[in-house]
């Protein structure tokens, strides 16, 4: 079955940086676009980034634009977020989404959480 592993959250100060990694088996991980939401409680789920299937275009959320960088490496089926410059309004559960790039079908990883506080 599919499954998407996200890693890398935790704890950070203000003005650090993390980076999160998201693994992903059992599908053909070169045919989905990757994109990485946030969600804080009692909110809806926020695109944050978004890298298409060859990582040609990305496309980014305008509170994190110049401060986030999303990646992926198709030989190792993984995706990544480096994030840098953080803020306590950045404070929320990442999640990883596949969604092919025909078809539409999206999955979603167990999310990892990041908290940004002093």
């Known amino acids: 079955q599919v499954q998407l592993v996200e890693s890398g959250g935790g704890l950070v100060q203000p003005g650090g940086s993390l980076r999160l990694s998201c693994a992903a088996s059992?599908?053909?991980?070169?045919?989905?676009?990757m994109n990485w939401y946030r969600q804080i409680p009692g909110q809806g789920r926020e695109l944050v980034a978004g890298v298409t299937t060859t990582a040609s275009s990305t496309n980014y959320a305008d509170s994190v634009k110049g401060r986030f960088t999303i990646s992926r490496d198709n030989a190792k089926n993984t995706v990544s977020l480096q994030m840098n410059s953080l803020k306590s309004e950045d404070t929320a559960v990442y999640y990883c989404?596949?969604?092919?790039?025909?078809?539409?079908?999206?999955?979603w990883g167990q999310g990892t959480q990041v908290t940004v506080s002093s």
């Open positions: 989404n596949a969604v092919h790039s025909v078809y539409r079908t999206s999955y």
């Open positions: 059992g599908l053909t991980f070169s045919r989905y676009a």
